[in-house]
T-cell receptor, first 116, second 116 residues
Framework: GAGVSQSPSNKVTEKGKDVELRCDPISGHTALYWYRQSLGQGLEFLIYFQGNSAPDKSGLPSDRFSAERTGGSVSTLTIQRTQQEDSAVYLC??????????????FGPGTRLTVL | KQEVTQIPAALSVPEGENLVLNCSFTDSAIYNLQWFRQDPGKGLTSLLLIQSSQREQTSGRLNASLDKSSGRSTLYIAASQPGDSATYLCAVLLDSSGAGSYQLTFGKGTKLSVIP
């Protein structure tokens, strides 16, 4: 069975452009998580989905960030009007349980975003 | 705000040695604590998850303990091998609002090098 996949693996964009990052979780996993890892901040938790619902969006860094999940599967993290401080590796993870965070998370390889 | 500290930041040991990695957190009202491993340029691998009601978890040569009252966890690696070389991250889960609004906070990690 395939693991968590993310696309693109690398994205270079110009400041001010919008970007979409995609995550395909393991089939059947109900919970999905987004994280950001940058040199200055370490690893930050951004948002999680239980099914298609994100109960708490307060971890998103700014209102330029949004995320959605459709069909209980694929999720997209969108960053509008990118800034240089958005440069980081964006990691996605999924877990089987409907009791989020109580089960093992399986991580994708990440998307490295560079904003010039 | 939950703060997670990992000491040491880096550790180099000869192969075969037993070692301990430390994690401390400021808010003891955690839901669970996880230890992850991250290899260079890759995502995270979940190693051990300890629920708040548990004292320790074991998997192979790894043993993680949790002392909620003192805000500490340790990851014990027995008979270290070169393949254990990686960055080890500790993360604590807190229900920040008490209403199912979970926040996962990571430490900055301990970079372990096991010398053959």
């Amino acid at each position: 069975g395939a693991g968590v996949s993310q696309s693109p693996s690398n994205k270079v964009t110009e400041k001010g452009k919008d970007v979409e990052l995609r995550c395909d979780p393991i089939s059947g996993h109900t919970a999905l998580y987004w994280y950001r890892q940058s040199l200055g901040q370490g690893l930050e938790f951004l948002i999680y989905f239980q099914g298609n619902s994100a109960p708490d969006k307060s971890g998103l860094p700014s209102d330029r960030f949004s995320a959605e999940r459709t069909g209980g599967s694929v999720s997209t993290l969108t960053i509008q009007r990118t800034q240089q401080e958005d440069s980081a590796v964006y990691l996605c993870a999924s877990s089987l349980t409907r009791f989020h965070f109580a089960d093992t998370q399986y991580f994708g390889p990440g998307t490295r975003l560079t904003v010039l | 705000k939950q703060e997670v500290t990992q000491i040491p930041a880096a550790l180099s040991v000869p192969e075969g040695e037993n070692l301990v990695l430390n994690c401390s957190f400021t808010d003891s009202a955690i839901y669970n604590l996880q230890w992850f491993r991250q290899d260079p340029g890759k995502g995270l691998t979940s190693l051990l998850l300890i629920q708040s009601s548990q004292r320790e978890q074991t998997s192979g040569r790894l043993n993680a303990s949790l002392d909620k009252s003192s805000g500490r966890s340790t990851l014990y690696i027995a008979a270290s091998q070169p393949g254990d070389s990686a960055t080890y991250l500790c993360a604590v889960l807190l229900d920040s609002s008490g209403a199912g609004s979970y926040q996962l906070t990571f430490g900055k990690g301990t970079k372990l090098s096991v010398i053959p």
